[in-house]
């Protein structure tokens, strides 16, 4: 699976994007869809995860009721719908896939990533 993630952009606080993450041959049915990002001078953290099959999802308690993910298995997309957009939110996005459940929040658990995208959310 390749991924190619797009959408990113830069944003006044309060405001929103919607970032899409396109994958080239389809996921599988066992597939776990997840969004990272990765601030400057911070690791790599974990922001949304859903189900590629049965669309159940997960998020960081920081962006819980913010940020919504969702897939579109006919146009083999997961997309991530970002709300009230804090200047914290800042960070290159990462989309990536693996096999198994939406419990996996972790980066190493994961075995394909796309290439970024930026948000910039201004104060």
């Known amino acids: 699976v390749q991924l190619q993630a797009s959408g990113g952009g830069l944003v006044q606080a309060g405001g929103s994007l919607r970032l899409s993450c396109a994958a080239s041959?389809?996921?599988?049915?066992?597939?776990?869809m997840g969004w990272f990002r990765q601030a400057p001078g911070k690791e790599r953290e974990f922001v949304a995860v859903?189900?590629?099959?049965?669309?159940?999802?997960n998020y960081a308690d920081s962006v819980k009721g913010r940020f919504t993910i969702s897939r579109d298995t006919a146009k083999n997309t997961v997309n991530l719908q970002m709300n009230s957009l804090k200047p914290e939110d800042t960070a290159v996005y990462f989309c990536?896939?693996?096999?198994?459940?939406?419990?996996?929040?972790?980066?190493?658990?994961?075995?394909?990533w796309g290439q970024g995208t930026q948000v910039t959310v201004s104060s």
């Open positions: 041959g389809r996921p599988g049915r066992d597939y776990t």
């Open positions: 990536a896939a693996r096999r198994g459940g939406t419990a996996a929040i972790y980066g190493n658990q994961y075995d394909f």
């Open positions: 859903i189900g590629w099959y049965g669309g159940a999802s």
